[in-house]
């Protein structure tokens, strides 16, 4: 039986962390910042903590355990 390849396009942009979570870039970041305050802006760079509810879909497309 062939090996099972991980989704690529994911595991190019969520990592996983030491505790089992998942890290990732925020959306809402390319364009349209004049939309948005200072705040906003500021909260919205670097990476966030992937929320619980969809740990388990990307757990399957990494093939993690």
């Known amino acids: 039986m062939p ?8 595991a190019k942009r969520f990592k996983k ?3 089992g979570g998942f890290i990732s870039g925020n959306a809402y970041t390319s364009h349209r910042f004049h939309g948005k305050t ?3 802006r ?3 760079r670097g990476t966030k903590m ?3 509810t969809t740990v ?3 757990k399957k497309l ?3 355990k």
Do not use: E, G, I, W
């Open 3 to 10: 090996k099972q390849k991980s989704n690529r396009a994911a």
């Open 17 to 19: 962390s030491a505790k």
């Open 38 to 40: 200072k705040k906003q």
């Open 42 to 44: 500021r909260q919205l």
């Open 50 to 52: 992937m929320d619980a």
């Open 56 to 58: 388990k879909t990307y």
């Open 62 to 64: 990494l093939l993690t």
